[in-house]
């Protein structure tokens, strides 16, 4: 079946159909007819330059979008000879916007601003429907989608997810792509179970201990008297990558009308807590809730419609330790392989976390009951714990097996917390325990007796048998080297101390659990790679080896229906942004996947040193970078430039993410018009995409030229161009070649030799600061460079600038539509030219002692002029504050270490006066400029209310 959609040309939206296809018809376009809509036009083409398809089996499109092309531009003429149109400089915006159209009158729209949102998250959906059901693997084309039910606790039998004969397995073709999932896990590269703890300050915790109510009392350890902090701050670094950066709005999309069931013992449900923490702030107060139902806990995210729950069974199957408060008995007993009682509570999720393994570490044997407990004559037979724990993992597969649809459903299980008993364990000669450790363990070939071998065997044997995929969330490991991590003494104790106790601390400390927050909010960055990243070919039978080391490998490419399934879920996720949001206009920004948070301030924080996660990419990886900015091939000593993040004063940025940014540009074009500082910036965002765009080897699917003023780089495979256009000063002027005037001239009048080229740009980046700064005043061409007698007049720098930008944002009000487009302006990167070459040599940013009272060159009269005609555009300007953070990085130019266009010095001239030579004002790649986009990265995705620059 065709799918019909709205069409536009040449920007105009086409709303009146049987009006404008009758009209076609007479023309002898074809039409299409359908029982919804009467009349639509045909076309199996894409319009360029929209995002709108024109979708039909038939094969004379061409001849229809032409018809219709000349019928809107004949009327166009009518409306302009009747004095409705207003020129060139007036024309309607290419995307449909109404500014400047009809002489300044504008239409209501006739939805709101949320109707609108829902409608275009309808034509997404329906547009991409086929690439869904691929997705999900889901027969959507051909029956009806399994009913759900309302969230109800407990939960009825359900009979959607029997998958019997195999329902889950991977063989017999292509890898079934799991639900929840937006990209494909590399196949080899990242072991995300080796690495190290990195302390970071700036990034842990999430989330406050005092800020999440749902932590008992038993993990409180700051409000139970512990004295130090630092266990709170140290973030796991796999060798070689990242884990994803966590989202707290689209885990929650992601889960929205769902229901993600952990099941297990006291360790399962921390976690289970870790992971309400790293989501409730995301969610308004009215909309949440917790509540105990006995052996299960339910939070509810009301305004997704989605709960998150944790079922009581420390041994899966029936025990005699079911009881979710008195639960503490030494002769255990496990009612062999009987789920029904549990079992009954887990039907209906669609996200299953298990885990089980603490409780059978008793050193004996296992008691298993054969029958029932309430039987007075009851038959309890002895079992080797490996045999036992095997038998009730292989009932909990079965169950799976029975109950679980891999189609729309996954099941993890999460392996052992290790316990620090004992200090000798790890090289202490002292009689102690976790007790009073306050650092993790540093030796990496770390292994603790406490963790079983035995029992890893069984559980990678076991799920690598499942017909339904089990993902393995491996913490065993990682978990090993954290001694510091635990309550200790820091909790409530549920029985008074004895005196002994209390004057020997360790005699009591708890070496087991784990304090929030703390340990468990990275298994959860763990499971949240994988509920995100799948595994192709992931049949692998896990050996005690394997899980001690798992790979979560992160994700090098992405198919295309991954791809918009990813940008889908943006979607919805700014729709439930906008619809939740509260004091502010309900208008969806273009590109917008979610909201700033209040009061953060990215451009105020400091510059942290982080080796492991910076820099993004190496500079000899890149082919884009001009080798003026080219460092360590310019023989650059020292790389630690490359290594500083900037960390925002009480908030984080959001994590770059290439893939994700190349699919929100898909059909799209996003142009940077300004400098040589501004086209740094445009080659590091190029540096920073490229190897998510495929073509790297040759394959033709990306391409970069350049056309005098204008470069081009091509990702062909998402039909999206990056752009750069040189206009330092952004009005016409003598400096737009590639000769550098001492006297700097700008013609005064409208800007239509560089703006015909930005025309139809959906994301326009705008910089100009530094040629301005040539002393107090500017010169002004009155008329024509071609003129024989120039007319040229001296103006103030400040309000020629002002001039300049004023008619920057009067070009932006009659071209471009904010609702399809986005507009930025990148602020003053300052110099540290200062006296004899302030930047030479140095290999570190300005010190924290020093940053508080230090200020560099740049002018602050034309930072302000800047703000004050940015802020009075009609069409909103993103403003990307780069200065100040920029203004402490004396150490990250060019300095000497660069090709020499201009002067070319000899290198015994170099070696006599360096600093004559440095340049103090361009930055090396990798360095700043990526730092630079990654606060247009957050202003371009998560948008508010831009500051006074």
């Given amino acids: 079946m065709e799918i019909l959609q709205p069409i536009v040309v040449d920007g105009h939206a086409i709303n009146h159909f049987q009006a404008y296809s009758t009209k076609v018809q007479e023309r002898g376009g074809p039409i299409t007819k359908s029982h919804s809509s009467p009349h639509f036009l045909s076309a199996d083409c894409r319009a360029k330059n929209t995002s709108i398809f024109f979708s039909s089996s038939s094969s004379h499109c061409s001849r229809s979008h032409q018809i219709l092309t000349e019928i809107i531009r004949s009327e166009q003429e009518e409306l302009d000879a009747r004095g409705g149109g207003g020129g060139e400089e007036m024309m309607k915006p290419q995307h449909g916007g109404m500014a400047g159209h009809g002489g300044g009158r504008t239409r209501s729209p006739f ?31 051909t029956r009806p989608q399994p009913h759900r039910r309302q969230i109800a606790r407990p939960r009825a ?98 889960l929205r009308g769902k229901r993600m069931l952990f099941v297990g013992d006291s360790l399962n449900r921390g976690q289970y807590v870790s992971l309400v923490c790293l989501l409730h702030r995301s969610i308004p107060e009215s909309s949440k809730s917790m509540e105990t139902f006995d052996s299960l806990t339910v939070f509810r995210a009301k305004n997704y419609n989605a709960t998150i729950e944790f079922y009581w069974a420390p041994f899966l199957a029936e025990s005699n330790s079911d009881d979710a408060v008195v639960h503490r008995i030494a002769d255990r007993i496990v009612r062999g392989t009987a789920l029904e009682k549990h079992a009954r509570f887990w039907k209906g999720a669609d996200i299953l976390v298990f885990n089980s393994y603490l409780w059978w570490m008793t050193g004996q044997k296992m008691k298993i009951l054969q029958g029932s407990f309430e039987d007075k004559s009851k038959d309890i037979v002895e079992m080797e714990t490996e045999e036992a724990y095997g038998m009730v993992l292989n009932a909990v597969v079965k169950w799976v097996e029975n109950n679980m649809n891999p189609r729309n459903s996954r099941v993890f299980f999460v392996t052992m917390s290790p316990t620090h008993t004992r200090s000798k364990d790890w090289g202490d000669d002292s009689d102690g325990n976790c007790y009073n450790q306050t650092t993790p363990i540093r030796d990496l070939s770390y292994r603790g007796p406490g963790t079983s071998k035995g029992l890893m065997r069984v559980i990678g044997e076991v799920f690598s048998t499942s017909k339904v995929p089990v993902g393995i969330v491996n913490i065993t490991q990682l978990s090993e080297y954290r001694k510091d991590a635990h309550t200790q003494i820091y909790k409530k104790q549920w029985n008074p101390l004895t005196p002994e106790q209390i004057a020997n601390p360790k005699s009591y400390a708890d ?143 959001p994590s770059f993410n290439a893939t994700g940014m190349l699919e929100m540009l898909r059909g799209k074009r996003m142009l940077f018009v300004g400098d040589s500082l501004l086209r740094g910036q445009y080659t590091s965002l190029l540096c920073l995409l490229h190897r998510g765009a495929p073509g790297g080897g040759g394959g033709g699917s990306r391409s970069f030229e350049t056309v005098d003023s204008l470069s081009i780089f091509r990702a062909k495979d998402y039909d999206a161009t990056i752009e750069f256009y040189w206009a330092p000063m952004l009005a016409e002027s003598n400096s737009d070649g590639a000769a550098v005037p001492d006297d700097r001239l700008i013609r005064g009048a409208p800007m239509n030799k560089h703006s015909s080229f ?23 061409l009155r008329g024509a460079d071609e003129d024989m007698s120039k007319d040229i007049v001296e103006m103030e720098a400040a309000e020629a600038y002002r001039l300049v930008l004023h008619q920057v944002t009067r070009w932006l009000e009659r071209n471009v539509d904010p609702k399809s487009a986005r507009v930025f302006f990148v602020t ?9 070459g302030d930047c030479y040599d140095k290999t570190t940013p300005v010190g924290a002692a020093e940053a508080a009272s230090y200020r560099g060159s740049t002018s602050r009269r034309m930072v302000q002029v800047a703000g004050e005609v940015l802020a009075a555009s009609r069409v909103p300007v993103g403003v990307v504050n780069v200065t100040r953070m920029s203004e402490l990085r004396r150490d990250a130019h060019t300095q000497v270490y660069r090709e020499q266009r201009w002067a070319k010095p000899t290198a015994e001239q170099l070696a006599a006066d360096p600093r004559s030579y440095a340049d103090c004002t361009h930055w090396c790649l990798p360095g700043v400029p990526d730092a630079w986009n990654e606060l247009l990265y957050w202003k371009l995705f998560f948008p508010a209310r831009d500051e006074a620059i």
């Avoid at 998250?121 to 997705?135: A, C, E, M, N, W």
């Avoid at 003053?828 to 004899?836: D, I, L, R, V």
């Fill in 828 to 836: 003053a990167s300052p110099s540290h030219a200062g006296a004899g």
């Fill in 111 to 141: 939805l709101t601003s949320y109707a609108l949102t829902l409608a275009f998250i309808t034509f997404v959906s329906v547009l991409y429907f086929k690439d869904f059901s691929s997705t999900l693997h889901q027969p959507f084309l």
């Fill in 157 to 254: 039998p359900s009979h959607h997810g029997h998958a019997h004969g195999g329902g889950g397995s991977s063989s017999g073709g292509g890898d079934v792509v799991p639900p929840f999932a937006v990209g494909a896990a590399a196949t080899s590269g990242c072991d995300v179970g080796v690495g190290e703890w990195v302390y970071d300050e700036a990034a842990r915790p999430w989330y406050a201990e005092e800020e999440c109510p749902y932590i008992q009392p038993q993990l409180t350890c700051q409000a139970h008297g512990r004295p130090d902090t630092a266990y709170q701050h140290w973030r796991w670094q796999p060798r070689g990558c990242s884990l994803p950066s966590f989202n707290a709005t689209l885990m929650l999309e992601m």
């Fill in 758 to 780: 930005w025309k139809g740009a959906d994301v326009l980046v705008f910089n100009s600061y530094l040629w301005w700064m040539t002393g107090d005043k500017i010169q002004i």
């Fill in 511 to 653: 070496c087991t659990h784990w304090c929030l927050p703390g340990l468990q909010d990275t298994w959860n960055e763990l499971l949240y790679s994988k509920l995100l990243l799948y595994h192709p070919h992931s049949r692998a039978r896990l050996s005690s080896a394997q899980l001690s080391s798992p790979r979560t490998q992160i994700p090098m490419h992405q198919p295309a229906a991954m791809q918009r399934a990813l940008a889908v879920v943006a979607l919805l996720a700014a729709a439930a942004a906008i619809a939740g949001a509260q004091g502010e206009s309900p208008e969806l920004l273009p590109f917008a996947v979610g909201a700033a948070p209040e009061g953060c301030d990215v451009g105020e924080g400091e510059w942290v040193f982080d080796e492991a996660a910076r820099p993004w990419y190496a500079e000899e990886e890149c082919p884009y970078i001009q080798p003026d900015l080219t460092c360590q091939a310019h023989g650059r000593p020292d790389a630690a430039y490359q290594r500083w993040r900037w960390q925002p004063r009480d908030c984080s940025l």
